[in-house]
């Protein structure tokens, strides 16, 4: 007898009145139901939603099928109508309409444009959809016609009526008829019978007779020559065609009443029946015997569908729709030193070798073990003993835990399955191996664990600490116990629980390959834990997981029903390929994922796992990693680019993006204000510019704020900003913009700003406020204009009494604001370049102030000019370019030096200021205490300086950066508080840190072209060197800023003296032009000055000179379009080697040029140093003020200039 059941390997269950019909959709997870109160509905079964729903039928749907290739369906019912919807409109496309009593089934045919009907009006019907035309009607039967199908491959069809006949036809005339090419009138004669009708398209081939009552259903086998019909009789009845005839096979009773419908399984040997009894049951096909019943209490089954690509069974019923399993698909399997045990549906073991990719034919055959029609459950290997263990379900009943296991070695040698030549079983839900020569079975139902020995006795017996539901596999000695809402590591050796840990419905258990880390699978949910089961992340999924495996890396590789994912242990996840089938993850070397399908079939998966190796490097901060991944893979897609802006890396996700918007936003994130500028000017937005101004304002970037007011006009902020930096010479441009745009209140604004009280005494005496303009010019010292503006109003001016506030200018202390200067110091974020140069080791070299980012081949494309295809374009790289062009004055009025008026100090008290004069050489220390005397009697004997106007603001800025100011009581002064540079009570001295970034600003002016604001920039960078206050190594440094300053300025300012020349004076242009070359600069900007001296030289035709230049840029250059054109004009030279102006300039003597009078000094001609910068003069010159820095004295006595104690 067969076992009843109640329990199924349920999917989906949708719960609705009464279900007539269910079809698959052969690719989507779709399933429709039919249902008795006319509506048809479209799920999805693996997300459990109802997608659509289809009304239009007038009374019960008793049919519904899926086209196999079409995005249509079709469906009948008891309107008499056949009708035609679309998936993608879901609307009725069209219905068919002729049947004149309700229509019992539909179904499309595999291959042709066609439709079958079966209806209560006796008659079977075949529709072409395409036309929407009947082209056959076959009327055989005497009673209503119940069921009609197509074979799957052959022309055939059968029919089954309430006349207790079930009717076989031949429709091959059909097919060819509506294949063949049409006939012409003269070809009639010769077509045969099958030309006059569809009467002759048909041929009644079989009448099946044996049912007692009414054939409700029929079916073809899949692939043998095999008929089942299910009848009002309570039997299923099997039938054989041959060629010739068909014939009775058996009789199939068990059911209780009418049997409504029948099928056979696709894969199993199984005939599948449904009833009016409440019971689905499955069917030996090969014996004839019950193998299974499931049974529901209250619920008739009417109808019964099968998946056409997938192992899924549908039955409807009177609650609704329900699709499910017969069996569990998973193969059992196990990975054991590089090899892959698994068995099949046979119940063979196999092998299969990770290294060779070999699969191995089955070594043991366990066919005999375990129930009919029920797989393997799970399998453990011992490769001490050679040995397996196998679960399985008893026989035929996989739901009520009735289990057995079995023990058995593998022969030594594969010869092909063989039967184990010594196997112990018992019974046991779960069993696995715990060490060489023990296992542990599992007993549900006593809930205990049973140790045994590899002769199957039993060892030990322990009591579990919880309710377990699955053991699972663990370390040796050890295993996990899941429950309803934890896992336990259980020790059973000692009986006890180690470690617990909070996880539901755990399934399965996987252990990454060294053993630190467990998988712990659920149904949508995937828990990761260390060796001592502490929880690490979780991963959820909306689909249900498969199977779970670990790489190398720990990371976890899992698949679903048609993905293969990746999980990180920090719980990140992502998806990397798309399965067309469900495949079982078993092992993961590097990019080849090895996979066990449920046809017990080992698939190889190539996959990029530069994804997830990308975001482990970005967690693990392994940048020399996501450096070397950026450079060899196309990461490109929103998913990294989210990933980077969740990690607080948008800096590394600008590398990825193009999209200006996305690049903006990304900027701004970042605070890469830079980028956002570039991109807010591509997109050009006012919701840009204002995001960009908000952000500039909080990093203090006053440049790009200052460009973006600019372009907003938003003069009021423009103003404000000015102010805040102390920037007066563009507050007095804000002034006259103010007045060119009658902006009254503006100029009224901007005069408060720059404390021009006269400008405001105009201002108010033009608007009309002759009172407020007299009170403010009269109370601020302004006497005549106060006089000018009473005469005006014809007021006599001794009738006024104003008192006048006299501002005692001589005692204020000026304070120099000059924030404009440079931006806001802020905390070095490193950028994206800087994060992906990252390595462990730090370089012994020395700070390098000069970022070389353009080698000596780009400059032609940065520098001054980049093309030499005409010699007017070289000349026109400079000459072009005004350097007066900056639309700001930056020139500072430095004023009248200020008397810094001491206290005097009636105690013998030192200060703190007294401490840093007495304590230090250095002069920016003399400075910083305000000892302005000595600071310059220090820096007049240590590097000869005389000129001590151009240092004013320098003085000033070192002065102010060491002294804090706190508010005092009222009437009190301020409380002063000293800022040390270290704990020898020095002061800190400003400017070091910045030596490099204004080095950056001139080299960018240099680019620009704006040779005279890169003189001034160099020069400021010699005044902060001056007043500095370094330690001992940092000296050095100094020096060779000193240096690099020193020669630019004598490079440029030969160019500049060139450009100022006349055209007349060509001997001279050429001379400079030459002596443009000689002082060293940096790489990056060596061949600028052999450009310009070889397009001069080679204007003036001085050929032999030009060849001269064409060599030395050639060896700076030696590629690029560039270095190819000056070949071809070395190539003319050297052609005519002559020069037709005699010059001073010696290309093969060694010399200098004298900064004063830009003329050669060779090796024996007498010299004079500046002390300060070094710079060589001629002797005539010795005396003068230096024209490199402007304040020291050329050949100055002077001990050297001290920048450390």
Not at 755 to 767: F, K, P
Request: charged share 25%; hydrophobic share 40%; glycine share 6%.
């Amino acid at each position: 007898m067969p076992h009843v059941l109640t329990l199924m390997l349920t999917k989906f269950q949708s719960r609705s009145t009464t279900a007539k019909a269910v079809a698959f959709h052969p690719r989507r997870p779709w399933a429709l139901c039919a249902l008795y109160s006319s509506p048809i509905q479209l799920w999805d079964y693996r997300m459990g939603v109802c997608i659509a729903r289809f009304e239009g039928h007038e009374g019960p749907v008793r049919c519904v099928d899926f086209h196999p290739t079409q995005p249509i369906f079709v469906s009948c019912g008891d309107d008499g109508t056949i009708r035609i919807w679309s998936l993608q409109t879901q609307k009725l496309m069209f219905q068919l309409n002729g049947h004149f009593d309700y229509v019992r089934t539909a179904y499309f045919h595999p291959e042709m444009p066609w439709v079958i009907s079966a209806s209560d009006d006796q008659t079977v019907r075949i529709w072409n959809w395409q036309n929407r035309q009947q082209l056959l009607c076959l009327t055989s039967h005497s009673h209503w016609v119940t069921c009609a199908q197509f074979h799957p491959t052959e022309d055939l069809i059968a029919s089954s009526s309430l006349d207790c006949t079930v009717r076989i036809y031949d429709i091959s005339a059909l097919r060819r008829r509506l294949s063949a090419p049409s006939k012409g009138p003269m070809e009639i004669e010769e077509a045969g019978p099958d030309a006059f009708g569809p009467q002759y398209d048909y041929r009644l081939k079989w009448t099946l007779e044996g049912h007692s009552k009414g054939v409700l259903w029929v079916a073809f086998h899949p692939t043998q020559p095999l008929l089942a019909s299910a009848s009002d009789d309570k039997t299923v009845r099997l039938w054989r065609m041959s060629d010739s005839r068909a014939w009775e096979v058996d009789t199939l009773r068990g059911h209780t009443n009418s049997v409504t419908c029948v099928a056979f399984h696709l894969t199993e040997d199984l005939i599948l029946s449904c009833s009016d009894d409440r019971t689905f049951r499955t069917w030996d096909l090969n014996r004839r015997i019950p193998v299974n019943v499931y049974k529901r209490e209250n619920e008739k089954f009417w109808n019964i569908a099968l998946h056409p690509n997938i192992n899924l069974i549908g039955a409807t019923n009177d609650g609704g729709l329900l699709i499910f399993k017969l069996a569990r698909e998973r193969p059992a399997h196990t990975v054991s030193q590089g090899k892959l045990y698994f068995a099949t549906r046979d119940k063979k073991i196999k092998i299969f070798d990770y290294k060779d990719a070999v699969d191995k034919d089955g070594v043991l055959s366990l066919a005999k073990f375990g129930g009919n029609f029920q797989p393997l459950r799970e399998l453990s290997y011992n490769p001490a003993e050679n040995a397996v263990l196998v679960t399985c379900d008893s026989d035929g009943n996989p739901s009520a835990r009735t289990r057995s296991y079995i023990l058995a070695k593998l022969p030594a040698q594969a010869m092909g399955p063989v039967e184990p030549s010594k196997s112990m079983e018992g019974p046991a839900d779960q069993a696995q191996f715990i060490t060489r020569n023990r296992f542990a079975v599992f007993r549900a139902e006593s809930q205990t664990i049973e140790i045994r020995d590899m002769e199957n006795s039993i060892t030990k017996t322990l009591s579990l600490p919880i309710v377990t539901k699955h053991m699972l596999s663990s370390q040796p000695g050890h295993v996990l116990l899941a429950g309803a809402n934890s896992v336990v590591l259980f020790d059973v050796q000692q009986g006890r629980a180690v470690a617990t840990l909070r996880a539901s419905d755990v399934e399965a258990a996987v252990w990454s390959p060294d053993g630190k880390y467990v998988a712990l699978q659920a149904k949508h949910k995937i828990t990761i834990a260390n060796s001592k089961l502490e929880f690490v992340s979780s991963v959820n999924d909306t689909i249900r997981v498969k199977s779970v495996a670990w790489d190398e890396a720990h990371t976890v590789i899992y698949s679903t029903f048609n993905h293969l994912k990746y999980a990180l242990l920090n719980g990140d996840v992502g998806v990397l390929k798309t399965l067309n089938s469900t495949l079982y993850v078993t092992m993961v070397k590097g990019n080849t994922v090895y996979c066990l399908s449920r046809n017990y079939t080992v698939f190889i998966i190539r996959i990029d796992s530069t994804e997830y190796r990308f975001k482990k490097a970005i967690i693990n901060g392994d940048f020399a990693e996501v450096a070397r991944l950026i450079k060899t893979s196309h990461l490109v897609g929103q998913s990294i680019i989210a990933y980077l802006q969740k990690r607080g890396y948008p800096e590394i996700a600008l590398q990825f993006v193009e999209d200006p918007q996305t690049k903006f936003d990304l900027a701004i994130e970042c605070g890469d204000l830079n980028t956002a500028a570039e991109q807010a000017g591509v997109l050009n937005k006012p919701i840009a510019d204002k995001l960009l101004a908000a952000e500039a304002l909080n990093q203090g970037n006053h440049d790009i704020l200052e460009d973006v007011y600019q372009k907003q006009r938003a003069f009021d902020k423009l103003a404000f900003l000015y102010l805040i930096t102390g920037n007066r010479s563009r507050l007095q441009k804000m002034e006259e913009i103010a007045d060119a745009r009658g902006d009254t209140l503006a100029r009224f604004q901007t005069s408060i700003f720059l404390n021009s009280v006269e400008n405001r005494a105009q201002l108010l005496r033009e608007a009309g406020q002759a009172p407020l303009a007299y009170a403010t010019a009269k109370s601020n010292g302004l006497g005549e204009l106060a006089s000018q503006i009473a005469a005006e109003q014809g007021i006599d001016e001794s009738k006024i009494d104003i008192p006048v506030h006299n501002v005692a200018k001589d005692n204020v202390v000026g304070v120099s604001i000059e924030g404009f200067r440079e931006n806001w110091p802020l905390h070095e974020k490193k950028s994206a370049e800087a994060l992906l140069t990252m390595t462990s080791t730090v370089s012994d070299e020395p700070t390098e102030y000069v970022d070389e980012v353009q080698s000596a081949s780009e400059v032609e494309e940065d520098g001054f000019n980049d093309n030499l295809d005409a010699l007017d374009d070289l000349v026109d790289g400079f000459d072009d370019i005004d350097v007066n062009d900056e639309g700001w004055d930056l020139d500072v009025d430095v004023g009248e030096e200020e008397a810094d008026v001491q206290a005097v100090s009636s105690t013998t008290v030192v200060t703190e200021k007294e401490r840093w004069v007495r304590n230090s050489t250095v002069p920016a220390d003399h400075v910083a205490a305000g000892s302005f005397e000595t600071a310059a009697q220090l820096l007049n004997r240590q590097a000869g300086i005389v000129n001590f106007a151009p240092l004013k603001r320098r003085f000033l800025e070192v002065y102010e950066a060491n002294k804090a100011y706190i508010t005092g009581h009222d009437g009190l002064p301020p409380l002063e508080v000293y800022v040390r540079g270290n704990n020898d009570v020095l002061p800190y001295i400003p400017g070091f840190d910045s030596l490099g970034s204004k080095l950056q600003e001139a080299y960018k002016f240099i680019k620009a072209a704006k040779l005279e604001l890169a003189i001034e920039t160099f020069r400021e960078i010699l005044y902060t060197v001056l007043i500095l206050s370094v330690d001992e190594s940092d000296v050095p440094e100094c020096l060779k800023v000193v240096e690099i300053c020193r020669n630019y300025i004598l490079a440029f300012s030969i160019e500049l003296k060139r450009r100022s020349l006349p055209a007349s004076e060509t001997k001279r242009n050429l001379e400079l032009a030459a002596y443009f070359t000689k002082p060293t600069l940096r790489p990056a900007h060596a061949p600028l000055p052999l450009q310009v001296a070889l397009t001069q030289a080679f204007q003036q035709q001085e050929f032999a000179l030009a060849s001269y230049f064409a060599g030395k840029y050639l060896e700076l250059v030696k590629t690029g379009p560039g270095a190819e054109k000056v070949r071809k004009i070395k190539a003319r030279c050297d052609a005519n080697p002559l020069d037709k102006v005699d010059i001073d300039f010696d290309q093969f003597a060694n010399f200098t040029i004298c900064p004063g009078t830009l003329t050669p000094i060779y090796e024996s001609e007498p010299t004079a140093t500046d002390p300060f910068t070094g710079a060589v003069y001629h002797a005539s010159e010795k005396g003068k003020l230096c024209s490199i820095s402007g304040i020291s004295v050329i050949g100055a006595a002077a001990s050297g200039l001290r920048l450390s104690n």
